[in-house]
């Protein structure tokens, strides 16, 4: 299935200089979700999956039905959308392509997932890598963490990283693949 033909484009949204891919058309198609969802059930090799919103969550999130491997998704949400003990949320400060803007993320969320080990290792889904700002930032925060649960402290690796469409010209490929292997269903060049 070409992916290409159901994602659609909007020039300079939301606003000039930025070509927004809207990847909701496949909400309107059974078969290309459902083949969706399998790809990336098949290009995921870790239990816990770090997705941004909104867009992330209705790919990944099927996951947990469809995925033998796939017990935690761990979402990660704009400001005041996570409730949040103390101590609990973590603020990351991505770049994005029209700007910087904060994301957030739990520490419980993690720790609900499962280790391999002393380590969680997390498959970070994303619908679009365009800069890349948005996937470094949130991997290198996760990166530094040290989740402690029932008393033993446990490592956070992003083990890969997946998206459905990749502006390969966008992003310094050697920042990213030097965090993790980057894998996407899509490729759009600038030319």
Known sequence: MNYLDIINHYPDFPKEGVDFIDILPFLHNKEAFS?????????????????????????????????????????????????????????????????????????????????????????????????????????????REVINVNGKDYKVKVKEFLFLVEFPDLYDHNVLNAIAPVHSFVQINGD
């Open 35 to 143: 083949q969706l969802v399998a790809d990336i059930n098949a290009h995921t090799h870790c239990p816990n999956v770090a997705t941004v919103e909104a867009r992330g969550f209705l790919f990944a999130s099927p996951l947990l039905t469809h995925s033998s491997l796939v017990q935690n998704v761990i979402p990660i949400r704009k400001k005041g959308k996570l409730p949040y003990g103390e101590g609990d949320l973590h603020d990351v400060q991505i770049q994005k392509e029209y700007g910087s803007d904060h994301v957030f993320y739990r520490l419980s969320d993690i720790a609900a997932g499962v280790p391999e080990g002393d380590t969680f290792n997390i498959t970070f889904f994303d619908d679009v890598l365009a800069t890349g700002g948005t996937a470094i930032g949130i991997a290198q925060a996760l990166n």
